[in-house]
């Protein structure tokens, strides 16, 4: 629980900066921060890095250190930095280390250890020391597709699972670079959606689509009809909750401040860094039946079709141009065209693989041919996204570890896309 987190004032615009802290007689490795341009400064480029998913037990953090490598002058972390369970069972003689515990951790002790432990690594040390890092959470550092309020489980009531949450909010925010806007508030809330302008070359808009969202749609039932798990899975498209108007991923509060930011963008390029994939994509309901009919998975912009929907007319109202999703939770590299009802493209997506964690998407590859404007689904490696962004194009890497299982593992590109200024959509590189 002893944290510092220092808001420095009065620093010049466009520059890098060295910093370091003492603690009575220790003192911590040096850290480099590059600042913002001025509002109207014409920055001709930014690189960025993106990650997510890093359990410690699957894998080693050589992608961090590649990450730093490249000397990004940011980092966005996307979600699940952290996760609150530990391999059981088969899966576990994979491991190639420990947790602190082996109980799912559900306390602020708990969450605090587990910050604690991922922060002795030395590779996601050296790529926080190298950049200025953007945080945002998804459910692993709180339980696995948690939504809002409510557990996955059914076990847990609100009020026990709400102090499960404030805890792991708590502890995100101890550990985590995050500004006084974030401090936790009386009700455990701690904000974490947020935008940044990066000169007139871009700006960034982080999300968040866990803390408000409405409840899991499409529970499992069992044959009386009472609900048995919360968790994510493709439901059938005939449940009523997935067309259901009133249901939200954002919440109203975010949802309408993110509505309202579109129509104010004057940067080249508006670069929406959030937690999951955004295309709408149908999937197996049974993933093992071949013949099995398709739905929409529950956990993700899917699941709340409506409110996705309500995003993606938005950003057409709005005239706004260059929009590019980056996301992650998904294991796997995803790239897709966010595209209208009518087919217009309104946005290019780039999913990230995870940084350690088991591959996933297996339903989703399958299902590629019921989805056309998602170009490409890859788990076959683990690693992150590096973005060279210029005035005239975004240059998109997909970088991939050799073995996550290796400490020293090396990285190449595995796939590369651009998008260029005014032509809406992805094109290969």
Known sequence: ???????????????????????GSQSSPVGRAVTAPGFSDKPSRIKAVFAS???????????????????PDL???????????????????????????????????????????????????????VAPC???????????????????????????????????????????????????????????YDRYKWGDLAQFTLLD???YRSI???PRTDASGKVTSRRGHAAPLSCPDLSDQTRTMLGAEQEAWLTQGFSQISAKWNIIPQQLFVANALQ????????????????????????RQRMVDALEASGVKNTVFF???????????????????????????????????????????????????????????????TPARIDVRYRAISDRRVRDATVATHQSYVVEDNKPGVQTA
Request: include cysteine; charge should be negative.
């Open 75 to 129: 980092v966005f972390f996307l979600g699940d930095y952290i996760y609150e369970y530990s391999a059981t069972g088969d899966r576990a003689k994979d491991n190639v280390r420990t947790h602190d515990r082996a109980a799912d951790i559900v306390d602020l002790a708990g969450y605090r250890n587990r910050y604690a432990l991922y922060k002795t690594d030395p590779d996601l040390q050296a790529l926080h020391r």
């Open 53 to 71: 998913c890093a359990h410690w037990e699957r894998g080693y953090f050589a992608a961090y250190r590649h990450m730093a490598q490249e000397q």
């Open 209 to 211: 689509e866990r803390q």
């Open 284 to 307: 197996p309901i049974e993933p093992k039946d071949p013949e099995s009919p398709l739905g929409y998975y529950t956990d993700g912009w899917s699941g709340f079709e409506p409110a």
């Open 216 to 218: 899991q749609p499409c």
């Open 1 to 23: 629980g002893r944290s510092v987190h220092v808001e420095v004032r009065g620093l010049q615009p466009a520059r890098e900066y060295f910093y370091i802290f003492f603690a």
């Open 327 to 389: 996301g992650g939770d998904l294991h796997a590299y995803l790239t897709s065209n966010i595209n209208t009802k009518a087919g217009k493209t309104v946005a290019a997506e780039f999913v990230g693989s995870s940084i350690t964690s088991d591959p996933g998407a297996e339903s989703l590859i399958r299902s590629m041919k019921a989805n056309p404007h998602i170009l490409l689904v890859d788990n076959s490696v683990r690693g992150y996204i590096s973005a060279d962004i």
């Open 134 to 192: 953007h945080m945002i959470w998804d459910d692993h550092e709180v339980q696995n597709d948690y939504a809002g309020a409510w557990s996955q489980d059914v076990e847990p009531t609100e009020a026990q699972f709400a102090e499960r949450r404030r805890a792991a909010y708590q502890a995100f925010y101890e550990n985590m670079p995050l500004r006084r806007r974030s401090i936790p508030a009386m009700d455990g809330a701690v904000r974490i």
